[in-house]
């Protein structure tokens, strides 16, 4: 990896986003001093980070696994006093967060009797088990049905409400899209794109225009291009109108209402599918 | 610290409150002490005196059969048809009829009895004849009983290990035996560990454990933690081997009234009178020597030398596991860590011949080796200044291993997919950090 030069701010989610291979993992590994950078450093809250700092962080790893043989309770016990915690304090957090996932009934089931998405809701709460003022989640939400992925949201929407910073890595833009504020994408061990999601996404408008309509629409110039048109399911004419960025959104409006009846308008936003995509095939052909 | 002492704590007692843990503490005592006790009480067991008839029509062997607590005799003289059934029906063992016989070739001599005879009371019988039938002819050469014991020659040479605490009956015999106990038990229980070591890493690598662990923990203190825990687990077996071993021989003992020193007596009653004596001379001889072994010695040699070498070899299966994702990759790097193990079994008999030679002297000083090789010498004795300087290379060998094995460790369990060979490994060890 080369000049990767980030910034996480506090309390905010942060989404790490990049193709398979391009060294998220790497870069993670390298935040929580399992690996060491050949050069380069990293900071933590405003200095160079120390041992004491990972004790305050909770990572947890794309691939990941528990003791089959272990019992839930003991386990959580286990990782929770391998993060520092006292017996005591480990069995008090314990009890509260399996509550709150309403499976304390399972402290005493081995974990090879639990399924793959209820081994990962333990995973989860050996990651914040201990309070972490910095949490990495890479790929929290594989594994789980839409409901769990859902609790899993909720808490860690929670989690930033109540101080921490995430750093979260996946491959699932919806989740991106809904949870980040702030977006790094990484490609060939590179930065290439890096700011917050707003101002990503007004960076990559192409002022393109989604609009159905009725009726018959010709005058098409050089200011205004249809690039796709299609039939929807109400029998309307959907088409993709791309406007030169000196023509308004209003300017298209109202060439279109003299000629066709108009019934939807709607400016095309790009997702952070698609930011992703065009971005990393970009890096691709340069 | 606080964190390896954790792991140890884990590995420990997950490995403890397995099944086969518990039963491998049972069984093995049990194997041990059957080894004791069965062929005590085989040889306890069979009280009942038999009787047996002899029908003499020889006339060389009347009164001359001695009873022993197995066998007692009855000489009769009726005719052999009547004989035979009175065996059919009476309560006696068996007939043992004895034709007139050339006793340059004594032939027809045959036992009768109602069922199977043991080969025992056979062997018994033929040794019995035998002696009378030599010193029928030992007289007819002119030969009689004094001059022949006076012409037999029992060599016995006393063995004197001197010592700068004194004399002491000395007994290759014994060395041999403790000397191969000793290096076997060592030997198994690297195997044994270290392949467990091997195991505990790979599962832990495979199934993604390691990824969440290391988070926390460094992957030195992973590896340390493991090593010793498992280490932890098989001193536990050890002791309960041994105090079990103890507990079920003496009890067992104690049941069939039987010591070892009462048992030896009641041997020497048996027929053959100067074979039991020279086994019983040299069980006696054997435990004599027993005080010749310096124990105190013995006992601290076997214990540092049982930790340094799992320490050495430990460290080493732990890179194994750590630089292959399955049990069938492991293979490969397996066999060059057990080969140095094999061939100092293999090279014990060798040593055997020449506990002092050079080629004992050198073996002890390499750390890979020097374990079970000197398990083997000490009982023969080894002076101290060598004891020491083997035992200092083999502190520098393991802590060079775990050094070796903490650089392949850190990097290797963190690597899925890769096929990994010796050019890899050498690299994994000179990267930095």
Known sequence: ?286 | MHNIFLIIQREYITRVRKKSFLIMSIVGPLLIASLWVVPIWLSTRDTDQKTIEILDDSGYFNEKFTETSSLKFEYIQTDLVAAKTEILSGENYGLLYIPRINLDDPEGITFFSGKNPSIEVIQDLEWAMKSVVENIKLERSSIDQATLDSLRADIDIDMINMTESGEKAGSAGVATIIGYISALMIYFFIFVYGIQILRGVIEEKSSRIVEVIVSSVKPFHLMMGKILGVGAVGLTQYVIWLVLSIMITTGISSYFNIDRKDSLPAQTEQVEVIQEDQGNEFVAEMFNSLESIDFGLLAFAFFVYFIGAYLLYGSLFAAIGSAVDNDADAQQFQLPVTIPLIFSLIVLTAILREPDGSLAFWLSMIPLFSPVIMMMRIPFGVPYWEIALSLTFLIAGFIFTTWLASRIYRIGILMHGSKVNYRILGKWLFMKN
């Open chain 1, 1 to 286: 990896m080369k000049d990767i030069n980030l910034e996480v701010p506090k309390q905010s989610i942060f989404g790490l986003l990049g193709p398979n291979g391009a060294g998220k993992t790497t870069l993670i590994r390298i935040i929580t001093q399992i690996i060491f950078a050949d050069t380069g450093k990293v900071h933590f809250d405003g200095r160079e980070i120390n041992s004491e700092d990972v004790r305050k962080m909770g990572y947890l790893p794309e691939e990941r696994g528990l003791y089959k043989k272990m019992k839930v309770g003991e386990h959580l016990i286990y990782l929770a006093r391998l993060k520092g915690l006292s017996r005591n304090e480990a069995l008090t957090k314990i009890k509260y967060w399996l509550n709150k996932f309403h499976i304390v009934d399972w402290s005493d089931k081995k974990i090879e009797d639990l399924s793959k998405g209820m081994q990962q809701k333990i995973q989860f709460i050996a990651t914040i088990i201990h309070d972490p003022s910095l949490i990495i989640l890479d790929e929290p939400f594989s594994g789980f049905d839409p409901i769990n992925v859902n609790i899993i949201k909720d808490e860690i929407l929670e989690l930033k409400k109540n101080g921490a910073t995430i750093i979260f890595s996946t491959h699932r833009m919806e989740s991106v899209e809904e949870l980040c504020d702030h977006i790094a994408l990484i490609n060939k061990s590179n930065v290439i794109l890096n700011g917050s999601k707003h101002d990503i996404k007004q960076n990559h408008r192409t002022n393109t225009f989604i609009v159905d309509y009725t009726g018959e629409f010709r005058n098409t110039n050089e200011y205004f291009q249809v690039n796709e048109e299609s039939e929807t399911d109400e029998g309307y004419i959907r088409a993709t109108i791309k406007i030169t960025n000196d023509q308004s959104p209003n300017d298209l409006l109202s060439l279109l209402i003299r000629e066709v009846e108009v019934h939807s308008f709607q400016e095309k936003i790009p997702t952070m599918n698609d930011i992703f995509i065009s971005k990393v095939n970009e890096e691709l052909n340069a």
